[in-house]
């Protein structure tokens, strides 16, 4: 097939594509689609499977008419959030929460809407799932990528691993192979760099688009391309790449430049293409599925760069003899052509079995990272790779094939038992069946880029909405309602609305604090900010374990301090996963890997000893050196992490006490009274109460317990017989001594 008619039938083909989404999804959504809630919230969140592009994800709420009532974005603290505070007030009624993240990793973004009601559920209201259409242009750029970065590294490799060994020639002037061959192996560089240069102006171009929602005409003449350019993960990648690619140009003017003046330095450059060819394939690895893994993600990216090197070397291979043997071959007569054909057919032969190794068992690997059960498998992406998996076993048919007719005694004895069943059949190869092998891998390549833009399927055993911990108290005149989100370990955002007789009461000073009654720990002291009326708002990473936490809420209103103190039950189920650890199945997958690899590169292994002629003793003691050098490393490794855990302990031993007693108004009221009853010698101001007093911060229940059952320094010991809850309503009451919020 002629190059026209080629171009012609991937265009159809491209046209014809079954459009896909962006691969993110939502862990995490508070209030959960389609919820139905007693009383407004007080702000929206939705967590993603990755990191977002903070100036290009938005969130909006409507109302049921399509009015835009708040809007929000990144949170601040947490690059995989999507927050919005809620204006206070909402009417009973559903609303439509418009969510628009970009995702870091590769640049996807996804439209969609969800639904949530306040008071009664309203009929005819729905929200909008996310497009599930790619966008063509990004496919095409992809695909061209593709192809450029396999045609590099695969003529770099071909020209490295194949082409030298077979014809290279000490009597040629640069590159060690004829002037004929060299001229079509530098044009293959050059193709590759202006593709790939190509590729990457579509690609920044298309992603402008998306993250701007705009057409080309405006990306190009508003210059948004720049903003992306230096404002996103996309364009740091993007900006790398091209540098490399014009280093890449410069490289191949220079080796063409010297190589009559200084041959074995243009031979140094061109062997060394394939290194870069390398790099090239690793930054799309940094911007592919596997970025965005939630087992293992660097695992996932060496897993998957070795394996687009693998299918690199093989395919790319391919294109690079494709385009070189014509013109290699050209000057022979058929026999002399017959036999430079099977020195690099075999050669390649031998090489491609075991990239086609590496490929299978990095391709299991990567496959179990997305498919966990059938629900999965039955996802857009799995019939994404079912249709290249098809291509590549027809690609891996014709290889066979190949491989048969380089071996023609094999092929003789198959021929004997097919005939004597009727079974008659061409033995053709070389050439015309390396044409074909073209024609596959470059449809396979398209579906590769077509993979790259479907969707991972949505993990089943994503956590589902857990229940928010949250509490509504009275303390004083205030009505404090307090709620922790997503209510589990890691980051949370804490929603405390006070009112008073019903009404949101603005411009306080309020605080909280989080206590983890069973070992004593607390965080700081942190504000609250004010973000409407009667709605306060604070953030962080305090709760970093399940189990019951304390979370003490201080209101001061004209001096006069008011505590509300709630005790929660933290759910792990509640954590915000963004990681998972790898599965049995794929524990196998990837020892298999490492097994495979370590085959594979035994024989050159053992040559390389053969030519170091090592002795048996020599073995030994290299042997014994590393059994005794790994075992010192784990031995090492092992007391260090005990010694750390120790420290741990030393720092934070366990307490011999637990306070049991919630710090709230009533705690802290009858603990001033027994303070000023039992107390008295401690209400003066002598160095060692001051000193006490100062230490509030630092120090745990225990110790204030230990202090007041039996005094501290010349501090003596609070007087009468104390009960137990009695000694901590004392214990709280003391705590207030200490400045927070100011």
Wanted: glycine share 10%; aromatic share 8%; charged share 20%.
């Amino acid at each position: 097939m002629r190059l026209p008619r080629l171009l012609l039938a991937l265009s159809v083909l491209l046209a014809s594509l079954v459009l896909t989404r962006a691969h993110g999804y939502v862990v995490r959504a508070i209030p959960a689609d389609r919820s139905r809630l007693e009383r407004p919230p007080t702000r929206l969140q939705y967590w993603f499977s990755e990191a977002l592009e903070p100036r290009f994800s938005e969130i909006n709420l409507r109302d049921q008419t399509g009015k835009i009532i708040a809007s929000g974005g990144v949170d601040q603290d947490s690059l995989s959030l999507l927050s919005l505070r809620v204006p206070s007030g909402l009417p009973d009624g559903a609303y439509i929460v418009e969510l628009r993240p970009a995702f870091a990793s590769d640049g996807h973004v996804i439209a969609e809407s969800r639904v949530f009601f306040v008071g009664e559920e309203v009929g005819g209201v729905s929200g909008r799932k996310a497009d599930d259409r790619a966008i063509p242009l990004e496919v095409f750029w992809r695909y061209l990528l593709s192809i450029a970065n396999t045609l590099f590294f695969g003529g770099s490799f071909a020209y490295a691993a194949v082409l030298l060994p077979a014809w290279g020639s000490a009597r040629s002037s640069s590159g060690g192979l004829p002037a004929r061959v060299m001229g079509r192996l530098r044009n293959c560089f050059v193709l590759a760099t202006t593709i790939a240069i190509g590729a990457n102006l579509l690609a920044l171009i298309q992603q402008s688009m998306v993250f701007f929602n705009a057409e080309a005409s405006q990306v190009v003449e508003g210059g948004l391309w720049q903003v992306v350019q230096i404002g996103s993960r996309f364009g740091d990648i993007w900006t790398l790449r091209m540098v490399l690619l014009v280093f890449t140009a410069i490289l191949v003017f220079a080796a063409e430049y010297i190589r009559d003046t200084v041959p074995q330095m243009s031979l140094g450059i061109w062997k060394g293409m394939v290194w870069l060819g390398a790099l090239f394939i690793g930054l799309s690895m940094i911007t592919s599925h596997a970025a965005g893994s939630l087992v293992l993600p660097w695992v996932a990216i060496l897993v998957n760069w070795i394996h687009a090197l693998a299918v690199a070397g093989w395919v790319g291979g391919l294109f690079a003899l494709a385009l070189a043997l014509p013109v290699a071959l050209d000057p022979y007569g058929e026999e002399e052509r017959r036999r430079a054909l099977t020195a690099v057919l075999t050669r390649f032969s031998r090489l491609a079995k075991i990239m086609v190794i590496i490929v299978i068992v990095t391709g299991a690997y990567n496959a179990l990272n997305y498919f966990a059960g059938p629900a999965e498998i039955a996802s857009s992406y799995g019939s994404a790779l079912g249709r290249k998996l098809a291509l590549v076993l027809l690609l891996l048919l014709a290889g066979g094939w190949q491989h048969l007719t380089l071996r023609p005694r094999l092929l003789a004895r198959i021929r004997g038992k097919l005939e004597r069943v009727g079974i008659r059949f061409r033995e053709d190869g070389g050439e015309r069946l390396l044409r074909l092998e073209v024609l596959l891998a470059l449809l396979t390549l398209l579906t590769v880029s077509w993979l790259s833009a479907t969707p991972i399927p949505e993990p089943q055993s994503a956590p589902p909405d857990a229940e928010v911990p949250q509490a509504t108290g009275t303390s004083g005149d205030f009505t404090i309602s307090a709620a922790a989100l997503p209510g589990g370990p890691g980051v949370n955002t804490y929603d405390l609305l006070l009112s008073r007789a019903g009404v949101p009461v603005a411009d306080l000073n309020v605080t909280l604090q989080l206590v983890h009654p069973e070992d004593g720990r607390r965080s700081p002291w942190q504000r609250a900010e004010e973000a409407e009326a009667g709605l306060y708002v604070a953030a962080g990473d305090d709760i970093d374990r399940a189990g019951n936490w304390w979370v003490l809420v201080d209101v001061v209103e004209d001096d006069r301090l008011t505590r509300a103190a709630f005790s929660w039950q933290i759910s792990a189920a509640a954590a915000v996963v963004q990681s998972r650890g790898a599965n049995s199945l794929q524990i196998v997958s990837l020892a298999t890997i490492v097994i495979t690899m370590g085959g594979l590169a035994y024989p050159a292994g053992k040559r390389l000893l053969a030519r170091m002629n090592l002795g048996v003793a020599s073995c030994l003691l290299a042997g014994g050196a590393v059994v005794v050098a790994l075992g010192t490393m784990g031995i090492g490794a092992a007391l260090i992490a005990e010694q750390q855990r120790e420290y741990e302990r030393a720092l934070n031993p366990v307490p011999e006490v637990v306070n049991a007693v919630l710090p709230d108004a009533e705690s802290l009221a009858r603990g001033a009274a027994l303070y000023q009853e039992r107390c008295l010698v401690w209400q003066g101001q002598s160095a060692d109460f001051r000193a006490l007093r100062g230490r509030l911060g630092a120090s745990r229940d225990d110790f204030l317990y230990a202090a007041v059952r039996a005094g501290w320094r010349d501090l003596p010991r609070c007087s009468g017989d104390l009960s137990e809850e009695q000694v901590w309503d004392i214990v709280n009451y003391f705590r207030t001594f200490e400045t927070h919020g100011e």
